[in-house]
């Protein structure tokens, strides 16, 4: 089987961050939300390895560039998310309708 480079399992991980971030914010409840995410992070973590080290990572990576950020800069990052998710959830429900 052939193995796949980091770069290709890192915009994996992105996506599956993406999709849990669909399915989870907003969540019915904090407690709710915090319980879905520690379960799919446990999930992952036995399916994946490789992947749930590539999510972490990507994590890790985020939390580096957003220490520095301003107040204006991460509200402006904020509202970025804010229309990304919006965007998929448009997406997912325009998938499962279908034509």
């Known amino acids: 089987m052939k193995k796949r480079r980091p770069r290709g399992r890192k915009r994996e991980a992105r996506r599956w961050l993406d999709e849990l971030d669909v399915r989870t914010i907003p969540g019915p409840s904090m407690r709710e939300a915090s ?43 904020a509202a970025r998310l804010g229309r990304r998710l919006h965007n998929l959830r448009a997406l997912r429900q325009a998938l499962r309708s279908g034509p």
């Open 35 to 77: 319980l879905e995410r520690d379960r799919a992070f446990a999930d992952l973590e036995v399916q994946d390895k490789a992947l749930y080290d590539a999510v972490h990572q990507c994590i890790s990576d985020e939390m580096e560039r957003n220490a520095g950020l301003t107040f204006e800069e991460w509200r402006a990052q």
